[in-house]
């Protein structure tokens, strides 16, 4: 009788320890250890700037022309040829690159969410802007600015997908992105040149090159970081910087055409 005592209080000691070991690993589903929480970003007034051009070599060609005879309603009001807005370069100079930074101290911080609503818009049977930013949480506010109906397609990956259309200068919606996702991908089934991206950061130091090429990233805490130019035609760039306090920086990148094209 005895041994069977201690085999039984073996067994219940071992049943034990292995509950014991399943809930330090996070139980019977695997979940790994909850990661500590991130401090929220206070300004000190020791950021700094990061600017620069996003440039092109190479014998670019013009912009495609798109075809919107499908819909009465766009051709009214797009006059004249109208072209994709993929890949525009004006003296050398790229439009629509999406710069932003990765690493340092960003990886330590979280950062309050912006209250402003960024506005994504159809107009003119574009979607404007072709390249968005914004960061995870924050509102989009989207519109038609047409007297055609323009659908809303969301591609995603880590983020919920949607699909909605919006009458002729009918009320729009609003949608945000809880995951930082690289990038969600705008379309819409009616007009297929319709198309758009929007990255979703999470945190604000990213930038869209404008007509000119230029982007500055402002606010920057100090620290080294990775600084990468993305943009649908081509390989992503990317530069080793180091941002001291109250530092101004200027990073330039050029894609060739194209030897660059992804």
């Not at 101290?105 to 209250?115: K, M, N, V, Y």
Request: net charge negative.
């Amino acid at each position: 009788m005895m041994g069977n005592t201690n085999f039984r209080l073996t067994l219940v000691a071992a049943a034990l320890f292995a509950g014991i070991i399943s809930a330090s690993a996070g139980g019977s589903g695997g979940n790994s250890l909850q990661q500590p929480a991130k401090t929220l970003y206070r300004p000190t007034g020791d950021e700094g700037r990061i600017t620069g051009v996003v440039s092109v070599e190479g014998e670019v060609p013009a912009p495609r022309l798109i075809s919107m005879d499908a819909d009465p309603d766009c051709t009214s009001q797009c006059k004249g040829d109208v072209r994709l807005d993929d890949l525009l370069v004006r003296d050398g100079k790229l439009t629509n690159a999406f710069v932003y930074v990765e690493g340092g101290a960003l990886d330590g911080f979280e950062f309050e969410t912006p209250q402003t609503a960024a506005v994504l818009d159809r107009r003119k049977c574009r979607t404007v802007p072709h390249v968005l930013g914004v960061q995870a949480g924050q509102t989009i506010q989207v519109l038609n600015s047409d007297l055609t109906t323009h659908n809303y397609t969301f591609q995603t990956t880590k983020n919920e997908r949607m699909n909605r259309s919006i009458p002729p200068s009918g009320e729009g919606f609003q949608i945000a992105f809880a995951q930082p996702e690289m990038f969600v991908i705008v379309k819409c089934n009616q007009h297929p040149w319709e198309r758009g991206y929007i990255a979703v950061m999470p945190h604000p130091f990213f930038a869209v090159t404008d007509r000119n090429g230029a982007f500055s990233i402002e606010g920057l805490p100090p620290g080294d970081y990775t600084v990468i130019a993305w943009h649908e035609r081509f390989k992503d760039q990317s530069v080793k910087v180091s941002v001291w306090k109250r530092d101004f920086k200027d990073v330039n990148f050029t894609f060739k055409y194209p030897e660059d094209e992804r």
